[in-house]
């Protein structure tokens, strides 16, 4: 069933039912419409109630009907609504929980809405590159006035019901029950008439145009390449500027246009796959998970401080073990300090500063951190040293406690395997700062137990963290794309192009930072460790020397104030070097290279369909569970531009036939051995199939 028919006295009740959050999918929609209908035919009923069953009134239109016929399929969302308004029996709307979207629409097609207390109402549209498509551009600002109503339909952020009175007939008591109130509501105006209708209210706002012009002004500021804010705001004006069936007309029209933007379908594909990360084919959802009621942190430098402070964030308490006292006492001063630049920006609370540090403590000795639920070594990227350390926590830690690991190039069953418990142990890499960066790369071990992995994922959404489960190899998925990402990046300026041209290229694709930024910022010798350990175990596979030569120049990046670029204090604009560029002509020449003008498009194709072709094999070998995972590690890790939704969605847009002749072009160009086309992209291009299904 997704929607029931209950009839309570004179009120008949029409409940959604489609869970998780009642999306108003074609069966609801037509099940809804019925229960209507039938009311209507009843004598008996004076009056009808719409509410939600479970926990949501509605989260609004069923996102995954778009772009499928059953979205527009008869009876539409705009018929649904239609058949409430044009009701000849008073229809109520109850809500509670959430009601979002074609949720808050359908209720203001109702003639009266009751609301409990604490419900989360928006129209967060806009966040999936849409605008409310079924009235909520005309109606609610003849509710709510011009101004709250952009805002909201602009921001899509919820608001409580509370702070909306002008939305609601009644907001009820917390403590109240919400079918009995609002049966007893429809009720008491059973007779009332005429019918109260929004679209009959007209929107007063003297000199409109001013406001909205400043509005369009500040919109297409703050837009960047997503076309939905301004939408927004066109079909919002509409509700001042036109009548109201014209402006549905208006608003229609704009919303049919945004649902085939790609922005959108990157965004909704986002929303997606952020859920289905948490996932595991072969974990149950009813996996039983591990109380985690405290955390020990191996480690109190840049990485061990920000991953203790994102339990601190929780309400977790941590326990930080160094092995020195002034290390200890500078990890806990840089995460006060931390917490101290988050109070100056307004953005935390005296007292919340206080609860968190509150939670934390520190000890030298291994001896007192048995009894944590779960401890994460953020120690030096050695295996010697992780080794000492499990060896270790294996004698220390009470049976059950998960041993994670933030390695984020070691072997997670070699560090099992200092173990007796290689089930308990997995792998946490937090991205840094880690207090900051979203993503979690939960890297599953040949014998972490489901349990562990179920509860490591749990854990994930606790700290706030988009958590994204990778296989053990070098790298795990997101490193190990970057670094063909890195090798192509290192290519390009041996055969031309100079690291100003690749970064603005990569910039203007959308990349938060290019690869010669991104590399000062991290640090040019964290790199140059890990080739200099492929020459050794991977000497077939070629490096531009470029980067070598860089750090040999002991140009390590912003913290050596020189890197690709030079820096001055405080200020992070990145200013070119001739001495770089020199020694980049130069090693062209020592090469042999005639250098080339590069075109933006290659270097752009190049660095991207190095990121695709490389997770084409992550996919392939079953290190990353799904295309949208990886999409999600790039859009949550590595700054990859939301609106083009990943790389692996990237090349679906692109078509998987093209991105496989660029990377066959490549591969007869200069080191077109780094171009093996992925079997799975060979595959997929020659079925016109895409990564993403
Ligand atoms: N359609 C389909 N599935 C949805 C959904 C929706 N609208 N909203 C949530 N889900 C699924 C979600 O994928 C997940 O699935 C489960 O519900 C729980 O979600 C014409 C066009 C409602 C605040 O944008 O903001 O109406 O992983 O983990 O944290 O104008 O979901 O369990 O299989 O997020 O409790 C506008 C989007 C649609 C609201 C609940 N509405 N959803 O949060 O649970 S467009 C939205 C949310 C529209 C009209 C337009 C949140 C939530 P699974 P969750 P949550």
Sequence with gaps: MTAEYQ??????VVT???????????????????????????????????????????????????NTPKALAEPSLHTFIATAESSTKPVVAAIHTVCMGGGLELSLGCHYRVAMPGAQ?????????????????????????????????????????????????????????????????????????????????????????????????????????????????????????????????????????????????????????????????DVP??????????AAIIGAGTMGGGIAMN????????????????????????????YENTLKKGKLTQEKLDQRMGLLSSTLSYDDIGQADIVVEAVFEELGVKEAVFRKLDEVMKPGAILATNTSTLDVDKIAAFTKRPQDVIGTHFFSPANVMKLLEIVRGKQTAKEVLATALALSKKLKKTGVV????????????????????????????????????????????GPFRMGDLAGNDIGWAIRKRRYVEKPDISYSKTADLLCEMGRYGQKTGAGWYDYKAGDRKAYPNQDVNAMIVKHSADLGITRRKISDEEIVERLVYALVN????????????????????????????????????????????????????????????????????????????TFNG
């Design 7 to 12: 009839v309570h006295g004179s009120v008949a």
């Design 16 to 66: 959604l039912n489609n869970p998780p959050v009642n999306g108003m999918g074609l069966e609801t929609r037509t099940a809804a419409v019925a229960g209507i209908q039938r009311a209507l035919a009843d004598d008996a009923v004076k009056a009808i109630v719409i509410t939600g069953a479970g926990k949501a009134f509605s989260g609004g239109a069923d996102i995954k009907e778009f």
């Design 121 to 281: 109402i928006a129209l967060p549209e806009v966040k999936l590159g849409l605008l409310p498509g079924a009235g909520g551009t005309q109606r609610l600002p003849r509710v709510l006035g011009l101004e709250p109503a952009l805002n909201m339909i602009v921001s899509g952020n919820p608001v409580a019901s509370e702070k909306l009175p002008a939305l609601f007939d009644e907001i009820f008591p917390a403590d109240a029950d919400l079918l009995t109130s609002a049966v007893a509501f429809a009720e008491k105006i059973a007779d009332a008439r005429p019918l109260p209708k929004v679209r009959d209210r007209k929107v007063d706002y003297p000199n409109h145009e001013a406001f909205l012009q400043f509005s369009r002004n500040t919109v297409k500021a703050m837009a960047g390449p997503f076309p939905a804010p301004l939408e927004c705001v066109e079909t919002v004006a509409a509700s001042v500027t036109m009548k109201f069936d014209d402006g549905m007309k208006f608003e229609r029209e704009r919303f049919l246009h945004l649902i085939q933007t790609t922005e959108s379908k990157a965004l909704r594909h986002a929303f997606f796959a952020e859920r289905v990360a948490s996932k595991v084919p």
């Design 285 to 294: 959802a009813d996996t039983p998970v591990r109380t985690i009621k405290s």
């Design 311 to 338: 339990f601190l964030n929780a309400g977790i308490p941590v326990k930080l073990l160094e092995t020195r006292q002034e290390a200890l006492d500078k990890g806990i001063a840089t995460i006060r300090k931390n």
């Design 470 to 513: 990778s296989g053990v190899c070098d790298g795990f998925i997101g490193n190990r794309m970057i670094e063909q990402y890195s090798r192509q990046a290192g290519f390009l300026l041996e055969e031309g192009a100079l690291p100003e041209q690749v970064d603005k290229a990569a910039e203007k694709f959308g990349f938060a930072m």
């Design 614 to 689: 490389e997770g084409a094999l992550i996919l392939e070998e079953g290190i990353a569970l799904r295309a949208s995972d990886i999409d999600m590690v790039y859009l949550t890790g590595y700054g990859f531009p939301l609106y083009r939704g990943g790389p692996m969605f990237y090349a679906d847009t692109v078509g998987l036939p093209n991105v496989l002749a660029a990377i066959n072009k490549y591969a007869r160009g200069h080191q077109g051995g780094a171009w093996k086309p992925a079997p799975l992209l060979q595959r997929l291009a020659a079925e016109g199939k």
